[in-house]
């Protein structure tokens, strides 16, 4: 207990799946915890569920004034920031034949965009506390191709390295502030969940065959996640920066 205890920590998409398990360990071993997302209802459940040591905050990470207000409310409320979680993202069926540029826009707006000024706004925030730790929520499919998430793979690739820019933009200037990407394969979350669903007619069988390899383990539960999270969010990481952490079971691995 107490890992990240009195730091005070921002976590994106947290009233679901991986958000709300990131939100609830955090505030479980001490910290602060801002709640945002779109789902106000949600959000301000998980928020009641933890106590006066959370708030919530509808947010859209894409826009910037609303990343400005997110950051105006941490700082007035809890007097900081120490650890950001870059959780929220979207995910949508699309080879590169079916995407269209809409589509492509959509996704890069929230995945990339709303990363990027969810880093620059958080990093100035943890400069007046003289450090913190970053944690951008990235894919397997940013390191692997996927072809049937050819925008999706692009955006969490586009998470990989900018995470990796910002760590040795921090080494260099010598902040103290930490800058790491996860890198989750399938997790039950309502987001994997329900993509089923909302694909095209004929393309669920393919996608069903590709995760049976992945199922015969099983997927990863948020609390799995929600482990390297806190892990990453504390003092116990003080010399990791700039890595890629594979959270997938060795998904990626050839087995005879």
Request: aromatic share 6%; hydrophobic share 45%.
């Amino acid at each position: 207990m107490g890992r990240v205890q009195d730091k005070v920590a921002i976590v994106t998409g947290a009233a679901s799946g991986v958000g709300k398990a990131d939100a609830l360990l955090l505030a479980k071993e001490g910290a602060k915890v801002v709640i945002t997302d779109v789902n106000e209802e949600a959000g301000r459940a998980v928020a009641a569920e933890i106590g006066d040591a959370a708030l919530f905050v509808k947010h859209d990470i894409a826009s910037e004034d609303d990343w400005k207000q997110v950051i105006g409310i941490t700082e007035e409320t809890f007097g900081g920031l120490d650890i950001l979680v870059n959780n929220a993202a979207i995910l949508i069926y699309g080879n590169i034949e079916d995407t269209d540029l809409a589509t492509w826009q959509k996704i890069q707006r929230i995945n990339s965009d709303g990363y990027f000024l969810g880093c620059h706004h958080g990093l100035a925030a943890m400069k007046k506390r003289g450090g913190g730790s970053i944690v951008n929520m990235s894919s397997m499919a940013g390191i692997g191709g996927v072809g049937s998430f050819c925008a999706y793979s692009a955006s969490k690739g586009a998470v990989a390295a900018m995470t990796r820019s910002i760590a040795a933009h921090c080494r260099m200037n010598l902040y103290k502030i930490r800058c790491n990407s996860i890198h989750p394969d399938g997790i039950q979350t309502p987001m994997v969940s329900g993509l089923m669903g909302a694909m095209p007619k004929g393309k669920q069988t393919a996608v069903r065959m590709m995760d049976q390899k992945q199922l015969m383990a099983r997927f990863a539960k948020p609390t799995d996640i929600a482990n390297l999270v806190l892990f990453l969010a504390s003092d116990e990481s003080s010399f990791i920066n700039g890595a890629e952490m594979r959270i997938d079971n060795g998904y990626l691995m050839w087995a005879d």
